[in-house]
């Protein structure tokens, strides 16, 4: 059965041995086993910390967390009752459908509106579906989100959010690259002093690395990554989500309460989001935010002194 439905999360499953696994709690992949042009073995591409919460208590510690309506601490004036990342990967999704089904891929829907719960920290309309589709090399994740405001007041009830993926790529963090950021302004949020912190820098290296405590934010990025190591990597194509950041912990991962001891030397978080400023989206609009992650079939060549 390509697609099993759970108490608690959804199974799909590639008709050529691929598989995901998605929680209703958060609407978060925690699992996506995949096998390369190269090897058709399946190997988990994700990275979960044996100490995530997977029961509903909390947002899961790994694989791709869904974040909306901010990004890390609120900015905006009608966050300001959200926590970190705001409430979507903290929230019970519901399931709505099976999208595809087929030998190509298997997809499925589902979907997060204002609950009482919501509403009580969030005052804004909105419809949010989530769609994730499994291919024999691939997965993607779409993120639609839809104004249902039927305000007719002027000016518009405009949403304003931000959105990201929070990926947690499985891979050797000290042999790690991630490509192409050479140029772009970003951020480094790993700054002592708040100056420091949101003054932007230009990248100069052709490959970045995550040997050190990292956590920058490129802006205006090419929605074009690659991530590679001896041996493998995955490709990350994304749309309409123009920055991306790029999170290690190193040795700080000791401070994380639910990272297990050495996870952080286990994955590299490389994020495509809305983060710098806010989507903004009119009454009845829809907005699609979407990401594919690919299994990279070849050998890249690598070098850790550029």
Request: charged content about 25%; glycine content about 8%.
């Amino acid at each position: 059965m390509p697609v099993e439905k759970l108490h608690d999360r959804v199974i799909l499953k590639h008709a050529k041995g691929p598989s995901a696994e998605i929680l209703f709690y958060g609407a978060t992949v925690i699992s996506w086993k995949s096998g390369s042009t190269r090897d058709p073995t399946t190997v988990e591409r994700l990275f979960v910390s044996s100490k995530a919460a997977l029961d509903g208590s909390k947002p899961v510690r790994g694989g791709i967390p869904v974040v909306f309506p901010c990004f890390g601490a609120p900015t905006h004036p009608e966050h300001s009752k959200l926590g970190q990342h705001g409430f979507a990967r903290s929230e019970k999704w519901i399931w709505d459908t099976i999208v595809a089904d087929n030998e190509t891929s298997v997809s499925i829907k589902l979907t997060l509106e204002p609950t009482d719960k919501i509403s009580s920290i969030y005052s804004r309309p909105f419809h949010l579906a989530y769609v994730v589709t499994l291919a024999e090399h691939q997965i993607s994740v779409d993120l639609h989100v839809t104004n249902s405001s039927t305000s007719t007041v002027f000016p518009p009830d405009v949403l304003e959010y931000q959105a990201l993926f929070h990926n947690y790529i499985r891979s050797p963090a000290n042999q790690v690259l991630v490509t192409s950021l050479q140029s772009l302004s970003y951020y480094d949020k790993t700054e002592s002093t708040e100056e420091g912190r949101v003054t932007a820098k230009i990248e100069l290296r052709p490959a970045v690395d995550v040997r050190k405590f990292t956590d920058s934010v490129y802006e205006d990025a090419p929605q074009n990554y690659e991530i590679i190591w001896p041996g493998g990597g995955i490709a990350i194509r994304s749309r309409n989500l123009k920055d991306v950041v790029v999170w290690n912990p190193q040795e700080g991962g000791r401070n994380i309460g639910d990272m297990e001891e050495g996870g952080w030397e286990k994955y590299v978080c490389v994020e495509p989001g809305f983060v710098r400023g806010f989507v903004k989206l009119e009454p009845g609009k829809t907005w699609i935010g979407q990401q594919v992650l690919t299994v990279i079939g070849e050998e890249r060549r690598l070098s850790l002194n550029l």
